[in-house]
């Protein structure tokens, strides 16, 4: 099946750095990408709606100046957590959709990237 | 607000026998649900969907149930196997959108 690929798979930094995740979707191409947040004991939460040479569609809560997403090719799209902090720490996860799919039974999903900030 | 909910979050089964997840959900606009199944260090992979269309489908030895009146759905996996040890995300959608809405899952393990 289709691949997607997230990275780094955990990082701890300190409060106030940035971190950047990037995703890929390895042998297809997607035009969306989406990027999601589970905290503790909570459901996957979508952030956001990453489309490739457009801008991002953020849910209602997410601040985009935050959550900066990037989606400068068919392939890759990448979240980037500014000026972290230890409220930011929670378990990141994207996911793509292959293009002939129909509605989300072609899904794909990285597999995460868990972010505790110091 | 949780629009889908799993109230258990674990559940262990004896292999060989039959395994019922339930996922309740309060949005009447979806009209989509799948599920998704979960391995430690990877990412949900997609199990088996339905339409709200439909009462029931059936993919080998994993079965979706939908009754719409009691906004519920339940997967059935007989018989169990010890692969099937993962967590399970119940998900939605609605008017074909491809936004998701997710549970927070059940941890089911089965004993050998």
């Known amino acids: 099946g289709a691949v997607v690929s997230q990275h780094p798979s955990r990082v701890i930094c300190k409060s106030g750095t940035s971190v950047k995740i990037e995703c890929r979707s390895l042998?297809?191409?997607?035009?969306?990408m989406f990027w999601y947040r589970q905290f503790p004991k909570q459901s996957l939460m979508l952030m956001a709606t990453s489309n490739e040479g457009s801008k991002a569609t953020y849910e209602q809560g997410v601040e985009k100046d935050k959550f900066l997403i990037n989606h400068a090719s068919l392939t890759l799209s990448t979240l980037t957590v500014t000026s972290a902090h230890p409220e930011d720490s929670s378990f990141y996860i994207c996911?793509?959709?292959?293009?002939?799919?129909?509605?989300?039974?072609?899904?794909?999903f990285g597999s995460g990237t868990q972010l505790s900030v110091l | 607000d949780q629009q889908v909910k799993q109230n258990s979050p674990s559940l262990s089964v004896q292999e060989g026998r039959i395994s019922i997840l339930n996922c309740d959900y309060t949005?009447?606009?979806?009209?989509?649900f799948l599920w998704y199944k979960k391995y430690p260090a990877e990412g949900p992979t997609f199990l088996i969907s339905i339409s709200s269309i439909k009462d029931k489908n059936e993919d080998g030895r994993f079965t979706v149930f939908l009754n719409k009146s009691a906004k519920h759905l339940s997967l059935h996996i007989v018989p169990s196997q010890p692969g099937d040890s993962a967590v399970y995300f119940c998900?939605?959608?609605?008017?074909?959108?491809?936004?998701?809405?997710f549970g927070t899952g059940t941890r089911l393990t089965i004993i050998p």
């Open positions: 996911s793509a959709r292959e293009p002939t799919g129909t509605r989300n039974e072609k899904l794909f």
């Open positions: 998900a939605a959608s609605a008017n074909g959108n491809e936004k998701l809405t």
């Open positions: 042998d297809f191409q997607a035009t969306t």
């Open positions: 949005n009447s606009m979806f009209d989509y």
